[in-house]
Structure formats: C-alpha cells, structure tokens
C-alpha cells in the first residue's frame, strides 16, 4: 500500500497527535500517538534515519516513494473526498511498535492496539524525515515538552523484530 499523503494534528480535547495516513487507493488509516508513546518511539525513529537510512536521507521538499508517478508535496492540502476507512473512523490508539529494516533504503514501522488493530508504515528515508519533522513540530503545538532531538541514542538492548513499547 504505497503512502500518498501524511498529517499530524494535535487533539487538543484528547491530548493526542492524530496521523492520517493516505493511499492512492483512497484509502485513510488514522492513528492515536499519546505523549508517552511518542515520548518512547522517537529515539527509535531517529536511531533508523540516522543508521539504516542514513546513506538515503537527503533535504525533502517532496517525497519520492518509490512509486512510478507518485510523490507526496507539501503544497496539496490533505483529500478529504471519497475515502474509505480500512481500520474504522476511529483512530487506532497506538500502544506497541515494531520498527524494523525492510530491504534496502527502506523500513517498515508497525503500529499496534494491543491485540487488537494494527497498521503497517513504509518507511523511505524522505518519508521519515517528514513524519519526524511532522511529529515534533504538532508535538510543540501541544505543549508536550519533549525533548525531540535528532541525536537522542537508543539502548543498545532493543533486538531488532522486539515489541519497540508496550
């Protein structure tokens, strides 16, 4: 399922980040980011860019990924228009990650509701470049103070394929 369009919004009333996430295939999987998940992805978010997506990562104005034909832009505003929900309208309120390499110059981050629902992200390096920046800056907007920096280490105890957060 090839990304066409990413948001971050801040849910004020829940004190959540919102990501929508939009397919070519008019599709929308949104998903609940808490401050605390958010909090204990991040390094593992930066750890992927700055390694295993290193050598891919460049400035992005716009997004290739890797579609024929398909970029992300950041001046089309989000479509709204015919879309169906695979997950439910209601947001998959994220508890577990699982963020791994998935071939080369790529990645693929799980997000999981328990047992419940899941959604799998593919990840290039322009397309976690922009979920990151996305991520801090409706991270700000809420007033969360986190401490979303680019350099931020992992522990060296997380085994590749391991459940990220509980």
Known sequence: ???????????????????RVSTQDSE??????????????WPHLTAMLAG????????????DT?????????????????????????????SEA?????GEGAALLTMAEGRERSFKLKLTAGILQVLCSMLRAASEK???????DYHTAVSQSTHPGKSLLH
């Open 98 to 102: 699982f963020l791994r390499e998935n």
């Open 52 to 63: 295993h997506l290193a050598n891919t990562a460049a400035p992005v104005t716009s997004v």
């Open 28 to 41: 929308e999987y949104r998903i609940y980011f808490t401050r605390r998940y958010l909090r204990e992805l």
């Open 1 to 19: 399922m090839p990304t066409l369009q990413l948001q971050v919004t801040n849910n004020s009333v829940q004190d959540r980040l919102l990501l």
């Open 66 to 94: 890797s579609e024929p034909g398909e970029q992300m832009s950041f001046e089309q505003p989000f479509r709204e228009d015919n879309v169906n929900y695979p997950l439910g309208k209601e947001p998959l309120l994220a």
């Open 142 to 148: 809420a007033d969360w103070n986190l401490a979303l």
